[in-house]
């Protein structure tokens, strides 16, 4: 490779190993123990953004099985409402026939009664 620049003793040599020993904890690891404590930060903060989220992600997802339990409640509700209107109709439907076959028949009798009495006014016994 080529001659040395310099030559140094050995008290030189040591001296600057012993310097430089004392001083590669700062040069080193000083700014690589920063970036490793920043980036730990922003990785326990992610975690806790995530642990968050899954929080509220459970949170939400239980709101939702409880809103649906009780849309399902109240669609029950809504068809025993139902039930029991159909079956008024029916009461009502059933009370309309009766009435109908009442008045039908109260028909009859009078339709039956004005003959009758028509009969007995042509006879010459009424005249």
């Known amino acids: ?4 620049l310099a030559e140094f ?15 590669a ?3 080193i690891s000083e700014p690589a123990l920063e970036r490793y404590e920043k980036q730990r930060d922003r990785e326990l903060e992610q975690q806790k953004q995530i642990i968050r ?10 709101q939702m099985k ?9 669609f029950e509700q809504v ?18 026939d009766e009435v109908n076959k009442n008045l039908g028949r109260l028909m009859t009798y009078f339709t039956t009664a004005f003959v009758i009495f028509g009969i007995l006014l042509t006879l010459p016994i009424f005249r």
């Open 1 to 4: 490779m080529g001659e040395p």
């Open 9 to 23: 003793t050995q008290a030189q040599l040591d001296y600057l190993s012993n310097y430089m020993r004392q001083h």
């Open 25 to 27: 904890n700062e040069w």
């Open 53 to 62: 989220l899954e929080e509220s992600q459970k949170s939400l997802l239980e």
């Open 66 to 74: 409880l809103g649906f339990e009780q849309m399902e409640k109240r």
């Open 79 to 96: 068809d025993k409402r139902f039930e029991q209107v159909d079956k008024r109709f029916e009461q009502v439907d059933k009370r309309f």
